[in-house]
């Protein structure tokens, strides 16, 4: 390792001869990120055994062969990566294996539960199909800047993917899904890196019209309507469709994206009280006029309404019947009861089972995975020197912790419930191969920030 | 730039703070809130997710359990349950525990403490050892002679061991079979419905939470306290008892159901169960001293357990003249337990002492090793053992010559008193029978078995019902049962 990554630094200093000497040698780290895969591979396959010596007091027969999966795939990946973006941050392709790791042994573990539905297959499957495409971005693309060049063709797609699903009947009071062949989609997954990378492009080009140009009122400084209007019309467009189809976590989602990337565009706070305003009247308008809404709003408040009215426990109060049993230690992997939330365990209540089994040391580990995932976002925002780029990061890390939240929050109830996947963990093909597209992008940017620094010398 | 990105970091290190803090909150704080909410079903899976510790009379289980692989697993099973349920109640899902399964329920479910090998041991592994057994001092024998001896008839019948108060025998009919409410299957909601609403009341516990008017049975607590207060010193000297007796302060007269009763002396009074001399004789006691040889006994004390609690025996103690006249016969406010009335034979049986009745003889881990016994239980003097000799004497002659020959062992001393308790508005219902006795085997150092007997059956003709034409049978076969064991 440590001799490869010498080679590959001379050969970098002879390409540099031109120009002054590197100021700076970067270590690449790519051991780190071995070791640390080799760790979460592991950890997975502790889980999986775990399971099923809790269940069937023996091994799992496919424990070898689950190991050896997902072993391999994560190897292939970090190859791609020593390949392709030496430079990388070591941090995120371990997280992601990892948590997309734990999902399976999570969804594994609830399958034993429902003998009838069986999930774990088709979530390995759409993983492999997630880390293919991780590994197809780190190889293809070379230079995130690339992508500002398909603004335009990014935001059609991603309104085109958003719209579709109108298309097919509701699924659950939702129409968001899309199912062909046995397959059911989620296009609104996809769309939020496209509409992240949409938002980028056009902030990074249009930022200082937005910060600076148009008339002051009151206190804030209100861009021309050139240039505030496509962005709004497209915001406006996405949010409006989501609210039809009854999505108020990616509603929310793509409300609160829009919002930060704004700010740190331009830098103006006010647009922070803008949104916030806009934020609060648009809740108040869905919660009133919605019923689906105000049903999960009024959950929110009372979550044990439905028992004291005799009607035994809502998904909520079973959510938190199930935090509650997991207590500190949790119960063990595979000794909970999660499923008795019944509807949903595997998809939107993932987390409920990580709680109980795991417990609070368990769910603050995995909010900590998350955490870090979006630590190693922003931070490759701040390396980085172009506009693009540095949005694109912020954007794709708060795509991630705004989702884990907006999840997260909702079956703790800390805010009202919203449907949504919790990234890598839940089931859900379009969630988990758009996840690995967010690391595949988040590794390509901050290998970019790191090379920009090898044989330059200011920052 | 650099800033607002910071500013958005920041940002989502609150949110992140913010769901950490909400999970310490639901996960720590509100957990024990959430755990003991009635809907939360985790509590019960984990309860019966293994096999319920059992119930042991003889040495051999009168309960088990069935695997039934649903999310309430185990299933409570009952073998004889109509025989045994009034000690061991029933263990349902539904419907929670009663008796024996209720009181014993930490340890035949395994959360007692006394079970883990070390202290706190169940709080760290988060697990819960086998249940125990309860070992009951019933006497399997006696248990089935009471059972066979009600033959369905409304009644109970109550035996104890003199010398400690082991309960040797608990039975109640019409019974039920507790099994019918283990389960989560729909039969058990319609067993609960029709037992509940039968107007037999099936799963009535009348051995113990039942009270009834004990009639001329009390007259053994009057008959002690008036030789305890030294009103009656020779037992053949006529008592000179008219009859009818008018009722002091009123116009009313008791009278007797048979003849003979007139200056009666005391034996022959209760050989003969004469109304009239023990009404009279209660009332030269005096309230104070029939109260409290009526509490020495156990009369008006709250807090019988056997481990579950006994109904309260009643002997009121405000009383007029009139009122003290009826009660010292056991009528009026007086109502004994069938368990109370047995422990009156088993006081004059054991020298005047009466102990406290139990049931559970010890507990063990599933293994068989002792995790707790009965050990020994107080003791109170209910009246003198010169007393106790006289009133031994008193309840021989019964038997030998008296209302009580048909509870005569042969080979055997044994003492009785029978009763028929007349209730209702006017003394309109169907009377009680009652026997109360004690038996000596014939090697026996002291008496071995006290047993009271109740049957309230209001389908016999009412001429027949007589303590000792329809309990005493049953008293006997329950006193041979023990003695010949």
Redesign the interface.
């Known amino acids: 390792m440590t001799s490869a990554g010498a080679g590959a630094e001379a050969t970098t200093a002879i390409a540099a001869a031109g120009t002054p000497a590197p100021a700076v040698r970067l270590p690449r780290r790519r051991g780190i990120e071995l070791a640390l895969i080799v760790v979460a591979v592991l950890l997975s396959v502790y889980g999986y055994c775990a399971v099923g010596l809790a269940k069937n007091g023996t091994l799992p027969p496919g424990a070898a062969g689950y190991g050896a999966g997902l072993g391999v795939l994560a190897l292939v990946a970090h190859l791609a990566v020593r390949l392709r973006a030496p430079y990388a941050d070591p941090l995120p392709l371990p997280i992601g294996v990892l948590l997309n790791g734990i999902g399976l042994v999570l969804i594994y573990r609830l399958d034993l539960e429902t003998p009838g539905d069986r999930a774990a297959p088709a979530q390995l499957v759409w993983s492999t199909l997630g880390i293919t495409l991780f590994i197809l971005v780190v190889a293809a693309l070379r230079d995130h800047r690339v992508l500002q060049r398909y603004a335009y063709v990014s935001v059609v797609a991603a309104l085109v993917l958003l719209m579709l699903p109108i298309l097919f009947p509701a699924v659950n009071g939702a129409r968001i899904w899309v199912r062909v062949a046995g397959f059911s989609i989620q296009p609104g997954e996809f769309a939020k890196v496209l509409l992240a990378v949409f938002f980028a492009a056009y902030l990074a080009a249009n930022r200082t019209a937005l910060a600076y140009a148009g008339r002051r009122i009151w206190c804030v400084q209100v861009p021309t309507g050139r240039v505030l209007g496509p962005i709004v019309a497209i915001w406006l467009l996405s949010v409006g469709v989501l609210v039809l189809e009854r999505d108020l976590g990616t509603s929310l989602l793509f409300f609160g994206l829009f919002v930060v990337m704004l700010y740190v565009a331009t830098g103006r706070t006010g647009w922070i009280a803008v949104g916030l305003l806009l934020a609060a009247l648009g809740a108040v308008a869905v919660g009133r006029l919605e019923p689906h809404v105000h049903g999960r709003i009024e959950d929110w408040l009372h979550p044990f309404a439905s028992i004291e009215a005799g009607l035994g426990p809502n998904q909520l109060a079973q959510s938190l019947f199930a935090f509650s049993a997991g207590g500190v230690l949790g119960t063990g992997l595979g000794l909970g009861h999660s499923v008795l939330i019944g509807f949903a365990t595997k998809s939107d209540f993932i987390l409920a089972t990580a709680g109980e089994e795991l417990g609070l040391a368990g769910l603050s580990a995995l909010f900590l995975l998350y955490g870090l995932l979006v630590e190693r976002g922003y931070r490759a925002g701040l390396a980085l020197r172009d506009p693009f780029g540095r949005l694109l990061a912020v954007g794709l890390a708060t795509i991630v912790a705004l989702q884990v939240f907006v999840i997260a929050g909702g079956v703790t109830g800390l805010i009202p419930l919203t449907g949504m996947a919790m990234p890598f963990l839940a089931q859900g093909g379009s969630s988990v191969v758009t996840n690995w597209a967010i690391v595949a992008l988040l590794i390509r940017v901050s290998d970019s920030a790191r090379r920009q620094y090898d044989g330059s010398t200011a920052p | 730039?650099?800033?607002?990105?910071?500013?958005?970091?920041v940002?989502?290190?609150l949110?992140?703070l913010?769901?950490?803090v909400?999970?310490?909150r639901?996960?720590?704080v509100?957990?024990?809130?959430?755990?003991g909410?009635?809907?939360?079903?985790?509590a019960s899976?984990a309860r019966y997710g293994q096999p319920r510790g059992d119930i042991l009379v003889g040495g051999a289980p009168v309960t088990g359990s069935r695997d039934t692989h649903e999310q309430l697993r185990y299933e409570r099973t009952y073998r004889e349950g109509p025989l045994y349920a009034p000690v061991t109640g029933f263990a349902s899902q539904e419907y929670g525990t009663t008796f024996l399964e209720h009181t014993e329920d930490d340890l035949l479910s395994g959360v007692d403490p006394m079970l883990a090998p070390l202290p706190l041991w169940n709080d760290v592994t988060?697990g819960r050892p086998p249940g125990g057994n309860v070992v009951t001092t019933l006497d399997r024998r006696a248990q089935q002679a009471a059972y066979a001896g009600l033959d369905g008839r409304k009644g109970a019948v109550a035996a104890v061991e003199p010398a400690t108060g082991r309960v040797l025998a608990l039975v109640s009919s019409p019974s039920y079979d507790p099994s019918l409410l283990s389960g989560n299957d729909p039969g058990v909601e319609a067993s609960w419905e029709r037992l509940n609403a039968d107007p037999d009341k099936p799963m009535l516990n009348r051995a113990v939470r039942q009270t009834y008017p004990p009639g001329s049975t009390f007259k053994v607590v009057t008959a002690a306290a008036a030789l305890d207060a030294g009103v009656v010193t020779d037992l053949d000297r006529p008592t000179d008892s008219p009859v009818p007796y008018r009722l002091p302060g009123t116009t009313t007269r008791l009278t007797n159901s048979g003849d003979g009763c007139a200056d009666a002396s005391v034996r022959e009074a209760f050989e003969w169960s004469c109304n009239t001399v023990f009404a009279k004789l209660g009332v030269e006691v005096g309230l104070a001293r029939m109260s409290r040889t009526a509490q020495a006994f156990g009369f008006n004390d709250t807090d019988v357990r056997i481990p579950f609690p006994v109904a309260t025996s009643t002997f009121d103690t405000s009383l007029d003249r009139a009122q003290l006249a009826l009660s010292s016969i056991g009528q009026y406010n007086t109502r004994a337990t069938p368990l109370q009335m047995a422990m009156v034979a088993a006081a004059v049986a054991n020298g005047g002492q009466v102990r406290e009745p139990y049931l559970v003889e010890r507990t063990t881990r599933h293994g068989g090793a002792t995790v707790g016994t009965a050990g020994s239980r107080s003791a109170r003097q209910a009246m003198y053992p010169a007393t106790a000799v006289r009133l031994r004497e008193l309840m021989e002659d019964v038997v030998r010559e008296g209302t009580g020959k048909r509870a005569a062992i042969r080979g055997a001393r044994v003492g009785a008193k029978t009763g028929t308790a007349q209730h209702g508005i006017g003394n309109s219902g169907t009377p009680y029978a009652w026997c109360v006795s004690w038996a000596q085997g014939k090697r026996d150092i002291e008496p071995s078995v006290a047993v009271a007997v109740v049957v309230e059956d209001g389908s016999a003709n009412r001429g027949e019902i007589t303590g000792g034409g329809m309990a005493a049978p049953i008293a006997r076969a329950v006193m041979a049962a023990v003695l010949g064991s």
């Open positions: 730039m650099t800033r607002h990105i910071r500013h958005a970091a940002f989502c290190a949110l992140l913010a769901l950490l909400n999970a310490l639901v996960q720590v509100e957990s024990a809130a959430h755990d909410n009635p809907a939360n079903r985790r899976i988060r």
